[in-house]
């Protein structure tokens, strides 16, 4: 089991893990999920006891990592982001000498085999680990946290740089070694860490932006429920019906692809099917739809659906006279800004959440939109040359 | 402690390090062994034993710079550090083996000597005793500053000259301090000085005090070692 209280690691002015509580319980796979930078691997360096945390605890299987440090790291195996492996060595030298290291108790040839067959290292057991290739190394890595079979298994980034197959083979053994062992795995994928852990934490800018099961984030995150209509008519008035549509919870529309026709980005309830009623409804006005398309949420999105979640139903119970209002500041904010069509995707970060992402003190957020101003602005110039 | 002495001693000998290390040492003693042992016919070793501070100056910290640098650099010191072992015996191992190789290249004397006692049957066994006893010792203090110094930088060479230069100062702090005209900055000074301690013992005097300085100088710096390592995961 581990037990994460108000930690914290400051570099200088900067958090990089600011106040993180969560508990891992005893054969529990949890996922760490976060951009690069959101403090994943400081997080796990802090676990593990490479680094101290600045304040708050960090207990494992109720031992303090600070207070005994060795105690602690007894029952703990690491796969850090690089893994650690002495390139000069042999496959075999390495693993004997982290079995020396961790001063294991269990018979020797018999363990080691078990932990290679288990990782697939075998046919490279007697090579020189530089000469392996990034997947073998990887998996030696692998090898060497699973050395004296700890309860708690701590992995950063496991499936970097491995082939597809490999990945789907080290997916299954974490899953396999989950039965048994508290594992605790980042990544900045979301489909590996839905594939195999229970329970996933979404850490941005060091801080837990959501922490729930499996289940319940891939139903809140993944659902395809974001559409993308481009319909030829008046716009404010198509704003209004959109609007309408039971089980619509925002929409918006702030590109105009061409004279007069707008993309609407319409959000609804993941229960709800919208597509039919809205087709009806604009045929009914006598307005023509150009195309209707769904939107894949990235990490990106579910970042930032994630850390402004309450305010997305705020939204909703605001009059509708408030939220013309904002389309028509979002208008004029950005004026006949011609973008392509394939770059949008970057662009879909929409401007009137930006205050609310201020709100919830998400600089990851903030920074992000503020780039895609940026790019915007550039490109917005680039289309006026 | 014994997994990372012998991880060590194994990676010197797998890699060129030791070998070129060792054969600079027999060599450089061997030429003042035949130019003065050998061509004058006597059994006096000082010259032959004194002569290796200057090879063991610039040579040792050839086998130090390694030890840590390497470990930051590959990130196995991760390893290291997540390991349920602690940062003491983690600088132990790496100092033993260093010393081991060391006295690998220290063991020619003992050719020297065996040769000596076959041609002319007999050598000053204190002498010679005594400055094998203190050449070893210095030779690991050195070692003590090389290992501190690796801990430090994750560049070789930086490690490298840092501790040559550091061993340098030791080496000239003495004849420095002649020159200082105030009396107890004179004496510190000439009492942190390596070469007139090691000196002595060259001559044949087996000097307690300077037994405890070299001692003391290894486990001052390995101690530092321990508190650059530590400090590293507290900043």
């Known amino acids: 089991m581990i037990e994460v209280r108000n930690l914290t690691k400051q570099y200088g002015a900067k958090k990089a893990v600011d106040d993180l509580s969560f508990t891992v319980n005893d054969g529990e796979i949890l996922g760490f999920l976060g951009p690069n930078g959101a403090g994943k691997s400081t997080t796990m360096n802090m676990l593990t006891g490479y680094i101290s945390s600045t304040s708050g605890n960090a207990l494992i299987n109720g031992i303090d990592i600070l207070d005994d440090p060795i105690e602690a790291k007894k029952s703990i195996g690491y796969l850090p982001e690089m893994p650690p492996l002495y390139l000069d060595m042999t496959v075999k030298d390495y693993l004997n000498f982290i079995y020396d290291l961790k001063k294991c108790k269990l018979p020797r040839k018999a363990h080691l085999e078990d932990v290679c067959s288990l990782v697939k290292i075998n046919d490279v057991y007697e090579r020189i680990i530089r000469n392996l290739s990034k997947g073998y190394k990887q998996r030696v890595g692998l090898a060497q946290a699973l050395v004296g079979n700890p309860p708690i298994l701590i992995l950063d980034e496991p499936t970097v740089g491995l082939d597809p197959k490999q990945i789907i083979e080290i997916r299954t053994l974490i899953k396999k070694l989950g039965k048994k062992h508290t594992v605790i795995l980042s990544s900045h994928i979301l489909s590996e860490i839905q594939a195999v852990c229970d329970r996933i934490i979404i850490i941005n800018g060091g801080k837990i932006a959501a922490d729930d099961t499996t289940e319940n984030l891939t139903k809140n995150i993944s659902a395809d429920h974001r559409l993308i209509a481009r319909i030829d008519g008046p716009r404010e008035e198509i704003l209004k019906t959109i609007k309408n549509i039971p089980g619509v919870l925002s929409v918006i529309a702030d590109m105009e692809r061409e004279p007069g026709i707008y993309d609407y980005e319409i959000e609804s309830r993941e229960d709800a099917d919208i597509r039919r009623e809205l087709f009806k409804r604009i045929v009914d006005r006598r307005w023509v739809m150009l195309g209707l398309r769904s939107t894949e949420m990235t990490l990106e999105d579910i970042f930032l659906k994630i850390t402004m979640g309450d305010n997305v139903v705020i939204q909703t119970k605001q009059s509708e006279e408030e939220i013309t209002e904002k389309f028509e500041q979002n208008a004029s904010g950005t004026p006949e800004t011609e973008i392509p069509e394939a770059e949008k995707p970057e662009e879909k970060v929409p401007e009137e959440q930006i205050p609310e992402a201020v709100n919830t003190d998400e600089k990851a957020a903030e920074e992000k939109t503020s780039e895609a101003d940026k790019s915007g602005k550039k490109r917005s110039k680039g289309a006026k040359k | 402690m014994g997994a990372i002495f012998r991880r060590e001693l194994k990676a ?208 001052i710096f390995n101690f530092l070692t321990v508190r650059v390592l530590e400090k590293r995961r507290w900043s």
């Open chain 2, 12 to 219: 010197y000998f797998t890699s060129p390090i030791a070998y070129i290390f060792i054969a600079v040492f027999y060599l450089y003693t061997a030429v003042y062994f035949i130019n003065i042992n050998a061509y004058y016919g006597t059994t006096d070793m000082s010259t032959v034993f004194s002569s290796a501070f200057t090879i063991m100056m610039i040579t040792l910290p050839l086998l130090t710079m390694r030890l840590f640098t390497e470990e930051k650099r590959q990130r196995t010191d991760q390893c290291l550090l997540t390991a349920p072992v602690n940062l003491f015996s983690i600088v132990m191992g790496k100092f033993f083996a260093a010393v081991c190789v060391f006295l690998c290249a220290m063991a020619v004397y003992v050719f020297y000597v065996t040769a000596l006692v076959a041609l002319a049957g007999s050598v000053a066994w204190a002498t010679v005793i005594g400055t094998f006893i203190a050449l070893l010792l210095m030779g690991s203090a050195f070692i003590a500053i090389g290992i501190f110094v690796s801990a430090m930088t994750e560049s070789q060479v930086v490690a490298a000259i840092l501790s040559f230069i550091i061993i340098m100062a030791f080496y000239l702090i003495d004849m420095l301090a002649g020159m200082v005209p105030v009396e107890w900055l004179k004496n510190i000074m000439a009492a942190l000085g390596f070469y007139t301690r090691y000196y002595e013992f060259t001559t044949g005097i087996l000097n307690v005090p300077s037994l405890v300085f070299f001692i003391s100088v290894i486990f």
